[in-house]
């Protein structure tokens, strides 16, 4: 039975995830689009705070986006229903200069391919938008990249999919495979984040920011020149505000369960296949913690994000086969979409998560979501200072006009629609195959994969090893204790690190 004090399975934020996108699909016909809202809002802020000036709204009208209020709102009621603000973590000062630069990097890069990565993964890659296939080719690279940078800054350790106080707390007790997992609480013992003020002081700004957009929302219609918040209650009416900020709670919801996430997901893989031959290699040399480590290998968040692909696949499929509604999410694939792709790819990892997962990690108090929330908001500046210059450029940069896989063979409806249905079954496939190979690389049974959430599956699996006297990666070799300097991971303590 799920509780609601602890964590989920990550499969569940995948269901989550999936009908809060079917719920945006039926009202709006396109799935949940997350990026422009921000930078509507900063634009609505900026006229309230600043009318003389004009540096968001030339780009972008004032508005208010009930969804990323959700995912917000969701969030924090997560924190409560689990009673563990994740506030509690003081990072390392250059991971929160990181995730500030990264939450730069990543709104630049959103305005460059016309989308975030929940529009590009969550969205497009269940529409078969070919833009959003080849915006997979450039943001992993990118990814990967960033997760070398932190290991090489020796701030592999604080990427967690959560940051869950038990957990780390058990870092500490046992040392060996969850010694890294312990660093959190060995560096927060004397923080206390209402003393932070930086934290403060930002905390009190971003809630000045969506207070704006919401009053403004009551105030303001589209009649009102530049102060017209498209999506104002005067309207879109009161249903439809409730609906969309509904939507926004169901995935924050999924999300601050699980610790769901599109970057990490699609970085699963291929660090499962690390994990599985090269031994000890994320632990010693990228110094990446114990939960993280089983979280890839059991293949959980590719899983999660399969599972919600799938889902929305269906109902778009339904739409446009039964309803005559048009595949959604179309554009001409660019270079400069790519480009922004890859800024992402950095963005994301630096943040430790995407921006969907940032908003749920403000929600859950995360101080590297606080840190890159005000990068968030300044990175949208180089795309709408040079607005004509960016869409110039991507227009003189189209890869190719064929905006859906369907389309790459023909315009005849059957041939398209059974692309579709052989689209719909690789994905399919691919879900099958992260289970099963989820199941072979930790030993773990389809039940209990789907009926725990990550860090208690963790612990299970490393006492399983401990007990069996075997190295993470396979093989016969021992673990030999020895002292290890925190410092390397970016702190100043002395932390045991024995045999697990």
């Known amino acids: 039975m799920l509780s609601l004090r602890k964590q989920w399975p990550f499969w569940i934020s995948g269901v989550f995830v999936g009908v809060a996108e079917i719920m945006n699909y039926i009202v709006l016909e396109k799935p949940i689009g997350l990026t422009t809202g921000l930078v509507e809002m900063t634009a609505a802020f900026e006229q309230t705070v600043v009318p003389g000036i004009d540096w968001w709204s030339r780009a972008y009208d004032p508005n208010v986006h009930w969804i990323i209020i959700g995912v917000v709102v969701g969030a924090w009621l997560v924190a409560r229903a689990e009673r563990e603000s994740r506030g509690w973590v003081k990072y390392p000062a250059k991971e ?3 995730a500030f630069v990264g939450g730069f990097v ?3 890069g959103t305005r460059l391919a016309h989308g975030c990565t929940t529009h590009h993964f969550l969205g ?3 529409s078969m938008s070919t833009a959003s296939l080849l915006y997979l080719t450039a943001i992993l690279p990118a990814g990967f990249l960033t997760f070398y940078l932190m290991s090489v800054m020796k701030i592999g350790h604080v990427f967690k999919g959560q940051e869950n106080r038990a957990t780390s707390e058990l870092g500490i007790k046992r040392g060996g495979k969850f010694a890294l997992d312990g660093l959190a609480c060995e560096a927060s013992r004397n923080y206390n984040p209402k003393r932070d003020w930086l934290r403060i002081s930002i905390l009190v700004f971003m809630f000045a920011f969506f207070g704006n957009a919401i009053i403004g929302s009551f105030i303001y219609g589209t009649d009102d020149g530049l102060f017209g918040w498209n999506y104002a209650i005067s309207v879109i009416g009161w249903g439809m505000a409730f609906w969309l900020l509904l939507v926004g709670i169901v995935a924050g919801v999924g999300m601050a369960k ?4 599109t970057e990490c997901a699609f970085m699963t893989p291929e660090i499962s296949m690390g994990l599985e031959h090269k031994e000890n290699f994320f632990e010693k040399k990228w110094r990446i913690p114990g939960s993280t480590r089983f979280m890839f290998r059991s293949m959980s ?4 994000i399969f599972i919600e692909i799938l889902l929305l696949w269906g109902a778009i499929m339904i739409g446009w086969q ?4 048009k595949l959604p999410l179309g554009m001409n694939p660019t270079w400069v979409l790519l480009l922004g792709a890859a800024f992402q790819g950095f963005g994301s990892v630096a943040m430790i998560g995407c921006e969907i997962r940032t908003y749920m990690r403000l929600g859950m108090g995360y101080m590297t979501a606080v840190a890159a929330f005000p990068g968030f908001l300044l990175g949208y500046l180089p795309y709408t200072l040079y607005q004509d210059f960016w869409e110039d450029l991507a227009r003189d940069t189209t890869i190719t006009r064929v905006k859906h896989v369907p389309d790459i063979f023909g315009h005849d409806p059957v041939v398209q629609a059974l692309a579709g249905l052989a689209y719909g079954l690789l994905v399919a496939g691919l879900l099958y195959w992260s289970i099963t190979r989820g199941m ?7 039940k209990e994969l789907m009926s725990h959430g990550n860090d208690e599956l963790a612990v299970k699996y490393f006492d399983r090893l401990s007990r069996e006297n075997k190295p993470e990666g396979g093989g016969d070799g021992r673990q030999q204790g020895k002292e290890r300097k925190a410092g390397d991971a970016g702190y100043g303590e002395t932390v045991t690190e024995g045999a697990s």
């Open 96 to 98: 929160l200069m990181l």
């Open 106 to 108: 990543f709104s630049f």
């Open 124 to 126: 497009g890659l269940p």
């Open 258 to 261: 699980t610790g769901f996430g």
């Open 301 to 304: 968040p590719f899983t999660a």
């Open 322 to 325: 039964f309803f005559d509604i």
């Open 440 to 446: 072979r690389l930790t030993g773990y049974s389809f």
